[in-house]
């Protein structure tokens, strides 16, 4: 069993810094790709970045890339979302999970556990 506890969300004005941290524990979660996505109200939950199990590889979704950065410490099993120049549509539950096996996506369905989301508020 995989647990995944985010923490680091909260109010920040407009080009302000956040820094949400995703605690695993449970099975080897440090042989996995990680995911960050998020989710506003009214929308779909979204794809933001994700991080190979060694940390070599990462990607981003274009309206973040930049401005976030995706890292892990497996020593750890923690995963951060570090981000910069917040804007307001940035808004949204931020969730981390992991992934079912070794592909890197952009897809929810390729992710099998999740954490319970923190809350990012930007205001303007």
């Known amino acids: 069993q995989v647990q995944l506890v985010e923490s680091g969300g909260g109010l920040v004005q407009a080009g302000g810094s956040l820094r949400l941290s995703c605690a695993a524990s449970g099975r080897t979660v440090s042989m996995y790709p990680m995911g960050w996505f998020r989710q506003a109200p009214g929308k779909e939950r979204e794809f933001v970045a994700y991080i190979s199990r060694s940390g070599g590889t990462t990607d981003y979704a274009d309206s973040v890339k930049g401005r976030f950065t995706i890292s892990r410490d497996n020593a750890k099993n923690t995963v951060y979302l570090q981000m910069n120049s917040l804007k307001p549509e940035d808004t949204a539950v931020y969730y981390c999970?992991?992934?079912?096996?070794?592909?890197?996506?952009?897809?929810?369905?390729?992710?099998?556990?999740w954490g319970q989301g923190t809350q990012v508020t930007v205001s303007s």
């Open positions: 999970a992991k992934a079912r096996g070794q592909i890197l996506s952009m897809r929810t369905y390729e992710y099998n556990y």
